[in-house]
C-alpha cells in the first residue's frame, strides 16, 4: 500500500471532506445572493407581452451618468410562443413606451434601483452593439450572466426578443455596488 500525502497537491482538484454536516453544514452564497441580502439586487420584468408581426419586444435598462453604482447583470430569462430571437445589446434606444419600475428581491428593503427603465415593442433604434444573439423555438429560455455583464454610469443594456406575430416575455436580474 502507496503512502497518500497528506498534502494537496497543486495539480489536482483541493480535496475536501465534510464531517458531522448535520451541526456544520456547508453553507455557500454567490454575489447575487449577498447582494439581495443587502438589498442591493434587482429585477425587471416585461410580463407577458403580445408583439405584432415584423416587431420585437424591447426592454432596457440604463444606469444614468453620475448614478454613483456599477450595475452587474446576473441572468436574462423568459419565453417565447413562437420561433424567435433574444439579442443582447451595449447601447440603444428605445423610442416611447412605459419606464416599468425595477423591483428590489429584498422584500424588507427600501431601496431603490438607481437604474432607469423602458421597454416597448418595436424596433431599436439609436447605436448599438449587439453582443449576444440566440435563436430560440417556442418555450422558456435562460442565459446566466453571473456578474459578468458591467454596466457602469452611462451605459445602456438592451434586450430584443422577436422579430414576428408572437408572445413574448423578458426577466432581467442585476446587483448594484
Given amino acids: 500500500m502507496t503512502n497518500n500525502s497528506v498534502f494537496n497537491q497543486s495539480n489536482s482538484p483541493l480535496y475536501t471532506q465534510s464531517t458531522n454536516t448535520y451541526l456544520v453544514p456547508g453553507i455557500g452564497n454567490g454575489p447575487a445572493g449577498d447582494a439581495a441580502k443587502s438589498g442591493a439586487f434587482y429585477i425587471l420584468s416585461s410580463g407577458s407581452v403580445s408583439v405584432g408581426a415584423g416587431a420585437s419586444l424591447l426592454i432596457q435598462v440604463a444606469n444614468p451618468s453620475g448614478s454613483g453604482k456599477t450595475l452587474y447583470m446576473n441572468s436574462l430569462l423568459g419565453g417565447v410562443t413562437g420561433a424567435a430571437t433574444v439579442n443582447v445589446l451595449k447601447g440603444g434606444t428605445i423610442p416611447a413606451g412605459t419606464t416599468p419600475t425595477p423591483f428590489n428581491a429584498n422584500f424588507g428593503s427600501s431601496n431603490t434601483s438607481v437604474a432607469t427603465a423602458r421597454q416597448n415593442t418595436g424596433t431599436l433604434?439609436?447605436?448599438?452593439?449587439?453582443?449576444?444573439?440566440?435563436?430560440?423555438?417556442?418555450?422558456?429560455?435562460?442565459?446566466?450572466?453571473?456578474?459578468?455583464?458591467?454596466?457602469?454610469?452611462?451605459?445602456?443594456?438592451?434586450?430584443?426578443?422577436g422579430t414576428g406575430a408572437l408572445t413574448a416575455s423578458a426577466v432581467l436580474s442585476w446587483w448594484e455596488y
Avoid: H, R
Avoid at 127 to 156: D, W
Fill in 125 to 161: 433604434t439609436g447605436t448599438s452593439t449587439g453582443f449576444l444573439a440566440i435563436p430560440l423555438t417556442a418555450g422558456m429560455y435562460f442565459i446566466e450572466f453571473g456578474g459578468g455583464i458591467v454596466v457602469p454610469a452611462n451605459q445602456t443594456l438592451s434586450v430584443t426578443v
